[in-house]
């Protein structure tokens, strides 16, 4: 269903922020499976934190490596899966956004300026991500009427130049890291890439962003979970002023 701003959302609401008040309740009880990284498993007690009916489960006979596959793709499970577990992932794949492309994907000739302007250090796959998704975020802006996107878990930057620089239409971008190195290594590749679109190859070989190319993005250090959440929210409203702002991220898990 789509919500008064335009953004489709699942089956069963009606507004984003019925759908956000949801997302938030089921996800409370659950906020420590984000919290988990493969690399600390060794020392800290991931396994202990999960439901004793899951771990029962995970160590029976049952169950096979094989099954996450499914399970997590398409939320498959068997039935020797606890109801628990059944719960969880049924209600996790009943608050997935639906998968459809929508928006303005671009020309082909944007596409490729895009891939000619931004992609430095990018590999193909990632490439393909920024691309699609920056084309997304723009549509989105634009229906919204956002004159901002805070890009949370920036990184290098990759999708928030090509955000904020990749068309004359293209809305201000806030990238925010909770990494001091992040934040400056995407500043020189900002700096980059501010030369390249400045110069007169660029403008001869059809570039049409913004005019006012210097401010069109801002990096921030910011830690981003539950407990910071209204500052990123004073963050974004200082950065906006008295227009609208959006959120968008990819891969935005921190570490």
């Known amino acids: 269903m789509a919500a008064d701003n335009g953004i489709e959302l699942p089956d069963g609401f009606s507004s984003a922020s019925e759908y956000a008040a949801e997302v938030k309740r089921v996800y409370s009880p659950y906020a ?22 899951w771990r029962d489960y995970f160590m029976s006979s049952e169950f096979d490596i094989s099954k996450l596959i499914p399970l997590a793709t398409h939320g498959q499970t068997d039935e020797a899966c606890p109801h628990s577990l059944r719960e969880f ?17 671009g020309t082909s000739e944007e596409r490729e300026l895009v891939l000619k302007y931004f992609v430095d250090g990018m590999s193909e796959k990632k490439r393909e991500e920024v691309v699609d998704l920056a084309a997304l ?9 956002s004159d901002l996107v805070v890009d949370v878990g920036a990184g290098q930057g990759y999708l928030s130049r090509v955000v904020a620089y ?4 293209a809305p ?28 007169k190859r660029a403008v001869a ?34 950065e906006a002023g008295s227009g609208r702002w959006m959120l968008c991220g ?5 570490d």
Do not use: N
Not at 214 to 222: A, K, N, Q
Not at 250 to 254: E, F, I, V
């Open 166 to 169: 990749g068309r004359a239409d």
């Open 137 to 145: 975020v723009g549509h989105v802006a634009r229906d919204t009427g």
């Open 205 to 238: 070989e059809g570039y049409q962003g913004p005019r006012d190319l210097e401010s069109r993005l801002v990096h921030r250090v910011l830690r981003v979970d539950l407990e910071s959440a209204g500052e990123l929210a004073t963050a974004a409203r200082e």
């Open 89 to 105: 992932v049924g209600k996790m794949f009943s608050l997935q956004f639906p998968r459809q492309r929508i928006g303005d994907q």
């Open 250 to 254: 990819l891969h935005a898990c921190g």
């Open 32 to 53: 420590f499976l984000a919290q988990m990284h493969i690399v600390d498993f060794l020392v800290r007690p991931h396994w202990e934190l999960l439901d004793v009916e």
């Open 172 to 199: 201000r971008v806030l990238a925010v890291d909770f990494a001091e190195g992040q934040k400056r290594g995407a500043e020189v590749h900002q700096r980059r890439t501010l030369k390249r679109l400045k110069g």
